[in-house]
T-cell receptor, first 111, second 112 residues
Framework: DGGITQSPKYLFRKEGQNVTLSCEQN?????MYWYRQDPGQGLRLIYY???????QKGDIAEGYSVSREKKESFPLTVTSAQKNPTAFYLC??????????FGQGTRLTVV | KQEVTQIPAALSVPEGENLVLNCSFT??????LQWFRQDPGKGLTSLLL?????REQTSGRLNASLDKSSGRSTLYIAASQPGDSATYLC???????????FGAGTILRVKS
């Protein structure tokens, strides 16, 4: 079954805690992206990676970190430095500059 | 900096009506434009991708047009159905970059 898998679907974070969101793909796409979606706003780019072991900051990278050790995986860590992390997080992949595909998202809530 | 605007923010129509969703972008130097659908609490589903050299793309009851020079795209939905109710987002890929820039979306409700 091809596609993009994000886990978990729901995640709760306590104050001062780091949490990691998983994104796995079997589409063999080179590029992977993390977006944040807040109510009434468009998607905002957090980080992206064009190839393994390389990634670039997007528009709102502060308080987040990523790694790209394998082509299939692009985990996002939300650190305690991110003061307002409650949001819907979406992972996307793309091969070259063609159509982008998205996972089903992770909803993160601070408790 | 590229900015994408979608109008209207929300739209409610009776079933069977034809409708148009609008997307505008400030920088005409784009590589392509993509329309997506998002159901509540779900990820994005790609509907149509238009390359900058194309004028339109069609898929079933959906037709997307692109006027790159004026910075506009429209998504036309024919004979709307309640199942079309969702948020529709457009996104542009910059000509000299690898980022997708999104609009805030149009929330569509089709009433039966």
């Amino acid at each position: 079954d091809g596609g993009i898998t994000q886990s978990p679907k729901y995640l709760f974070r306590k104050e001062g805690q780091n949490v990691t969101l998983s994104c796995e793909q079997n589409l063999n796409h080179d590029a992977m992206y993390w977006y944040r979606q807040d109510p009434g706003q468009g998607l905002r780019l957090i980080y992206y990676s064009q190839i393994v072991n390389d990634f670039q900051k997007g528009d709102i990278a502060e308080g987040y970190s990523v790694s790209r050790e394998k082509k299939e995986s692009f985990p996002l860590t939300v650190t305690s430095a991110q003061k307002n992390p409650t949001a819907f997080y979406l992972c996307a992949t793309r091969q070259g500059r063609t159509e982008a595909f998205f996972g089903q998202g992770t909803r993160l809530t601070v408790v | 900096k590229q900015e994408v605007t979608q109008i209207p923010a929300a739209l409610s129509v009776p079933e069977g009506e034809n409708l148009v969703l609008n997307c505008s972008f400030t920088d005409s130097a784009i590589y392509n434009l993509q329309w997506f659908r998002q159901d509540p609490g779900k990820g994005l589903t790609s509907l149509l991708l238009i390359q900058s050299s194309q004028r339109e793309q069609t898929s079933g009851r959906l037709n997307a047009s692109l006027d790159k020079s004026s910075g506009r795209s429209t998504l036309y939905i024919a004979a709307s159905q309640p199942g079309d109710s969702a948020t529709y987002l457009c996104a542009v890929m910059e000509e000299y970059g690898n980022k997708l820039v999104f609009g805030a979306g149009t929330i569509l409700r089709v009433k039966s």
